[in-house]
């Protein structure tokens, strides 16, 4: 499902998590275990009356035989380390090394939770200080989409996608043409269109609200969109002509 890749990169890799996945203490550890594996994540805080009431990690759960038992019977509520909501990473770096676990809840005056910081995406923003993240500090993604395919944009775009691709083999058509126009007058999202080959295709794609082009049409060498239906241009003419006609459209 593209929703669910879409927000498995958006988790991958984040400064501070505003809106971590939790369970409830009555939960079975099946389900725990479950949702650990569909987001790719080692542990969940466990909320109880809207405050935080523990956290079960992988390791809780380790030579765990049955799957069935509650998750209040397995997380770790004892000596909990938290930290307020203005907490740094480089604050949080510390606090997670002096005490020697991987996740650091954040809690509010009240008890509740309202974010989390593992040391996985601390050492992540130092191997990669060159990502390309979006405001928050997480990953940018983008997905394709086809002509007319409003529901699946929508979708997307309620996971935070960042890019929608409109991706079709004749992108200088009247469909991919009103598809970019829609999204560009509904949503503020970045928009790619293609593919093409022309510097016409290029000015209505623009013009259409379209950030970026897609320029190829059959140069692969088992494409065979040029014996077939008989269009095409040699690839590096068209990247060429292309170029000259986006500068041409800033």
Do not use: W
């Amino acid at each position: 499902d593209q929703c669910r890749e879409v927000e498995k990169v958006k988790r991958s890799a984040n400064g501070v998590i505003p809106d971590p996945v939790t369970l409830g203490p009555t939960e079975r550890v099946a389900t725990a275990q479950r949702v650990m594996d569909e987001q790719n994540i080692s542990g969940i805080p466990i909320i109880a009356g809207g405050r935080l009431a523990g956290i079960l990690t992988r390791r809780d759960m380790k030579f765990l035989e049955d799957e069935e038992m509650v998750i209040s019977d397995v997380m770790t509520r004892e000596n909990l380390i938290t930290a307020p909501p203005s907490t740094t990473l480089e604050e949080a770096a510390k606090i997670l090394l002096r005490n020697k676990v991987e996740k650091l809840p954040l809690v509010d005056d009240d008890g509740a939770l309202v974010g989390l910081i593992t040391i996985k995406d601390i050492e992540k923003l130092h191997q990669f200080p060159n990502a390309c993240r979006d405001e928050r500090g997480r990953l940018r993604v983008g997905a394709a989409v086809g002509v007319h395919d409003y529901e699946r944009a929508e979708r997307l775009i309620e996971k935070d996608v960042d890019l929608l691709v409109v991706d079709t083999a004749h992108g200088h058509s009247a469909n991919v043409v009103e598809t970019i126009e829609k999204l560009h007058r509904t949503h503020d999202i970045q928009l790619v269109a293609g593919n093409v080959a022309t510097a016409e295709a290029v000015a209505d794609l623009v013009k259409a609200g379209a950030c970026g082009v897609k320029v190829g049409i059959g140069p692969g060498s088992i494409c065979t969109t040029r014996v077939v239906s008989g269009v095409g241009v040699p690839q590096i003419s068209a990247v060429a002509a292309c170029a000259e006609e986006a500068e041409k459209q800033g």
